[in-house]
C-alpha cells in the first residue's frame, strides 16, 4: 500500500483545511486509517483514526476535526476547522490492517500498529 498526504498549506487562526490521503495498492475497506501530526521538536502526536469501530480523535483535536473515508476512491480525509497556532506540524495519513473490530482509541493512537505510511503535508497556522 502506497500513501499519498495532500491538502496541506498556511492559514491563519481560526480557519479550515481538509487534508487529504490517496492510497493506492491493495487497502481493504476493513483496514483503518489514522492521522498523526509531528510538530518541531516534538513527538509524533495521535490526531484521529477511523475503523469499522468507529472514528477516534486526539484531545487536542477533538470537536474541530472530523475524519472521513471514501473506500470506492481510496481516500481518506481529515477536515480541519477552528485552526490553532499549535496545530502547526506535518501530519502523515497511515493505515493499519491488523485491527479487529473491537479495537478502540487505545490501539488506533499508537503509531506502532501502523503498517504503512504517507510522505506527510504540511500545515502551518499562524496567529
Known amino acids: 500500500v502506497q500513501l499519498q498526504a495532500s491538502g496541506g498549506g498556511a492559514v491563519q487562526a481560526g480557519g479550515s483545511l481538509r487534508l487529504s490521503c490517496a492510497a493506492s495498492?491493495?487497502?481493504?475497506?476493513?483496514?483503518?486509517m489514522g492521522w498523526f501530526r509531528q510538530a518541531p521538536g516534538k513527538e509524533r502526536e495521535f490526531v484521529a483514526a477511523i475503523s469499522r469501530s468507529g472514528t477516534f480523535y486526539g484531545d487536542s483535536v477533538k470537536g474541530r476535526f472530523t475524519i472521513s473515508r471514501d473506500d470506492a476512491k481510496k481516500t481518506t480525509l481529515l477536515q480541519m476547522s477552528s485552526l490553532k497556532p499549535e496545530d502547526t506540524a506535518v501530519y502523515y495519513c497511515?493505515?493499519?490492517?491488523?485491527?479487529?473490530?473491537?479495537?478502540?482509541?487505545?490501539?488506533?493512537?499508537?503509531?506502532?500498529?501502523?503498517?504503512?505510511w504517507g510522505q506527510g503535508t504540511l500545515v502551518t497556522v499562524s496567529s
Open positions: 495498492g491493495r487497502l481493504l475497506s476493513r483496514h483503518s
Open positions: 497511515a493505515v493499519n490492517t491488523r485491527g479487529i473490530l473491537s479495537s478502540g482509541y487505545d490501539y488506533y493512537s499508537q503509531s506502532s500498529v501502523y503498517d504503512y
